[in-house]
T-cell receptor, first 114, second 112 residues
Framework: DAGVIQSPRHEVTEMGQEVTLRCKPISGHDYLFWYRQTMMRGLELLIYFNNNVPIDDSGMPEDRFSAKMPNASFSTLKIQPSEPRDSAVYFC????????????FGQGTRLTVV | QKEVEQNSGPLSVPEGAIASLNCTYSDRGSQSFFWYRQYSGKSPELIMFIYSNGDKEDGRFTAQLNKASQYVSLLIRDSQPSDSATYLCAVNRNTNAGKSTFGDGTTLTVKP
């Protein structure tokens, strides 16, 4: 398997623009997580899905952030409008069933909002 | 108090020494415990997991868990420069799946 695939790897956008990050989890994994990592705040869980259903979105910072998982092989994280403080590395991770929660991370998307 | 706490470091050890990384957690209901390694500019990768009290060994790595003390540690024997990375401790309430809570990580440098 190719692992968790994220796109784009890098994104530079202007403040106020919409940003969409994409993730393809590992086939057969039934959990999908979106994390954000910054030097100041470390690795933060934004939202996670189980069998395509959002389970906990309490980490989503505000209404400008939204996430969807229309099917088992695809998820998006959207920021609209983007702000400079959204600059971070965004990771998608997936977990297989019955494995205690071990997560397999994608390569991440480095987002810079100028 | 953070749910998962780690010494931020940096921790520096000479090549060949034992590196000891520590983690404490606040949720007594935690069931699964993980150590991830993250090289600079890369994504976290799982290196160890432990569910039961005691020690679990895998090659040069040993994870230690003490649920009564709410403490989990990672020992790296015969440290190599390639072990230089940030090590993240993660804790999960479930044994099957679900979300994990991560610590902020400890940065380890192994000096040749």
């Amino acid at each position: 398997d190719a692992g968790v695939i994220q796109s784009p790897r890098h994104e530079v956008t202007e403040m106020g623009q919409e940003v969409t990050l994409r993730c393809k989890p590992i086939s057969g994994h039934d959990y999908l997580f979106w994390y954000r990592q910054t030097m100041m705040r470390g690795l933060e869980l934004l939202i996670y899905f189980n069998n395509n259903v959002p389970i906990d979105d309490s980490g989503m910072p505000e209404d400008r952030f939204s996430a969807k998982m229309p099917n088992a092989s695809f998820s998006t994280l959207k920021i609209q409008p983007s702000e400079p403080r959204d600059s971070a590395v965004y990771f998608c991770a997936s977990s297989p069933p019955n494995r205690g929660g071990e997560a397999f991370f994608g390569q991440g998307t480095r987002l810079t909002v100028v | 108090q953070k749910e998962v706490e780690q010494n931020s470091g940096p921790l520096s050890v000479p090549e060949g020494a034992i590196a000891s990384l520590n983690c404490t957690y606040s949720d007594r209901g935690s069931q699964s415990f993980f150590w991830y390694r993250q090289y600079s500019g890369k994504s976290p990768e799982l290196i160890m997991f432990i569910y039961s009290n005691g020690d679990k060994e895998d090659g040069r790595f040993t994870a230690q868990l003490n649920k009564a003390s709410q403490y989990v540690s990672l020992l790296i024997r015969d440290s190599q420069p390639s072990d230089s990375a940030t090590y993240l401790c993660a804790v999960n309430r479930n044994t099957n799946a679900g979300k994990s809570t991560f610590g902020d990580g400890t940065t380890l440098t192994v000096k040749p």
